[in-house]
């Protein structure tokens, strides 16, 4: 069921499943995805109530009108949390890719409102220190250039068809025929649907100058962090050097996998979720 709400003066749409289930999980997605990349992890779900919003300025969410860094994606998932988790005091929450920056930074700030936090395949070391850096600078290149030109021109340079294709092709690891072809669908159709250029290059922004290993010492609930064995964005070396910095953290490790765990094997990442939350 959708559902709509004011925070920080802008309107936030989100989608409720499972409303009669007594746990609630907050579950929020990635750089330029919508709630629609988490719903194959969601109907494996099924015993919680599940709350997947759109992040501002991403899917139907309008842009926070004070901008998208860090602190203002944090600020926006507390007044989120209180709105729709009211009557307790702390809640589930999970995040993927940069929503696993998002909920990192707020559980750092706010640790007494996360019950236990799950993070799916996290931004674990600094986007423009690791192998992948110089791809990072040209990402940065790419979305400056959308931020400079008139509208209708930027959103048609960072929609470019070929360059969403590039992108699955480069995080996918399946050789599945069927889920390549879900996948490149799911980014045609989603990859696109942002607020404005300016609002896509502030949040692109903040998700490479920003990562989880920066709070990591400070997460004191118990954490789950579920990666691929493949995953470009983040190794599997610097994954090992994020969970030995978190406390209390249980790290599951799914083969053959890349940055696509919620596309590829969201069986595995919604059983690991159900082990950790019991």
Same mark, same amino acid.
């Given at each position: 069921?959708?559902?709509?709400?004011?925070?920080?003066?802008?309107?936030?749409?989100?989608?409720?499943?499972?409303?009669?289930?007594?746990?609630?999980?907050?579950?929020?997605?990635?750089?330029?995805?919508?709630?629609?990349?988490?719903?194959?992890?969601?109907?494996?779900?099924?015993?919680?109530?599940?709350?997947?919003?759109?992040?501002?300025?991403?899917?139907?969410?309008?842009?926070?009108?004070?901008?998208?860094?860090?602190?203002?994606?944090?600020?926006?998932?507390?007044?989120?949390?209180?709105?729709?988790?009211?009557?307790? %005091?702390?809640?589930? !929450? /999970? @995040?993927?890719?940069?929503?696993?920056?998002?909920? #990192?930074?707020?559980?750092? =700030? +706010?640790?007494?409102?996360?019950?236990?936090?799950?993070?799916?395949?996290?931004?674990?070391?600094?986007?423009?220190?690791?192998?992948?850096?110089?791809?990072?600078?040209?990402?940065?290149?790419?979305?400056?250039?959308?931020?400079?030109?008139?509208?209708?021109?930027?959103?048609?340079?960072?929609?470019?068809?070929?360059?969403?294709?590039?992108?699955?092709?480069?995080?996918?690891?399946?050789?599945?025929?069927?889920?390549?072809?879900?996948?490149?669908?799911?980014?045609?159709?989603?990859?696109?649907?942002?607020?404005?250029?300016?609002?896509?290059?502030?949040?692109?922004?903040?998700?490479?100058?920003?990562?989880?290993?920066?709070?990591?010492?400070?997460?004191?609930? %118990?954490?789950?962090? !579920? /990666? @691929?064995?493949?995953?470009?964005?983040?190794?599997? #070396?610097?994954?090992?050097? =994020? +969970?030995?910095?978190?406390?209390?953290?249980?790290?599951?490790?799914?083969?053959?996998?890349?940055?696509?765990?919620?596309?590829?094997?969201?069986?595995?990442?919604?059983?690991?979720?159900?082990?950790?939350?019991?």
């Amino acid at each position: 069921m959708k559902h709509s709400c004011q925070i920080l003066g802008t309107t936030t749409n989100y989608w409720e499943y499972n409303p009669d289930k007594l746990t609630t999980l907050i579950l929020i997605h990635g750089f330029r995805g919508t709630h629609h990349g988490l719903l194959r992890i969601a109907e494996l779900l099924p015993k919680y109530r599940l709350i997947i919003p759109d992040l501002p300025g991403f899917g139907m969410s309008e842009a926070l009108t004070s901008g998208h860094e860090i602190d203002d994606y944090v600020e926006w998932l507390f007044q989120f949390r209180q709105l729709v988790d009211p009557h307790v %005091p702390s809640s589930y !929450i /999970v @995040g993927h890719s940069f929503g696993s920056i998002i909920v #990192s930074h707020y559980a750092s =700030l +706010h640790p007494s409102t996360v019950t236990k936090l799950t993070l799916i395949n996290p931004i674990g070391a600094p986007a423009l220190e690791g192998e992948q850096r110089l791809l990072t600078q040209l990402a940065i290149l790419y979305y400056w250039l959308g931020r400079k030109l008139p509208a209708r021109a930027a959103r048609a340079w960072i929609s470019f068809k070929p360059i969403t294709k590039i992108t699955s092709v480069a995080m996918r690891k399946t050789k599945d025929r069927q889920i390549r072809k879900f996948i490149d669908e799911q980014h045609y159709t989603h990859f696109s649907t942002f607020a404005n250029p300016t609002q896509l290059s502030e949040a692109f922004k903040a998700s490479v100058s920003h990562d989880v290993s920066q709070v990591a010492e400070h997460l004191t609930m %118990p954490t789950l962090m !579920i /990666v @691929g064995e493949k995953d470009d964005i983040t190794a599997l #070396s610097k994954q090992h050097e =994020l +969970h030995a910095k978190i406390n209390d953290a249980e790290l599951v490790i799914i083969p053959d996998v890349g940055h696509l765990t919620h596309y590829e094997t969201p069986g595995e990442v919604a059983s690991a979720i159900r082990a950790f939350i019991k």
